[in-house]
């Protein structure tokens, strides 16, 4: 039996991946192979971010999404918050932990409710 292959993005240009690398993900050299939540897969030069400066704002802002990962792992180990997450998560057609990230941001805490 035949695996299908898989389709990759490189440059805005779709072209097709033998069936080898259908569940390819992570870095190769330079490359980083990436699966996005619909089943594309990405595959992109690797970005050299060791000469940028981050602003005050942009450090503040990188540690309010370091307290939103961290809330959003503590919900969905919560067994009855990660349920709330999944229903919602059906209803909108999105992924429970990225509703959890987006609660912390819009003040919403399940875990304090408990």
Request: charged share 25%; no cysteine.
């Amino acid at each position: 039996m035949a695996l299908p292959a898989r389709k990759v993005m490189t440059h805005g240009k779709s072209q097709t991946l033998s069936p080898m690398f259908k569940d390819a993900r992570g870095k190769v050299g330079d490359v980083v192979i990436r699966r996005m939540p619909n089943g594309d897969v990405i595959a992109s030069k690797s970005p050299d971010m060791s000469q940028v400066q981050w602003s005050e704002a942009q450090q503040a802002h990188r540690q309010r999404f370091k307290a939103a990962i961290a809330y959003a792992k503590a919900a969905m180990a919560e067994p009855d918050v990660r349920a709330s997450y999944e229903k919602l998560a059906a209803k909108q057609g999105k992924r429970p932990f990225d509703l959890a990230v987006s609660d912390y941001f819009k003040g919403n805490n399940l875990l304090s409710k408990k």
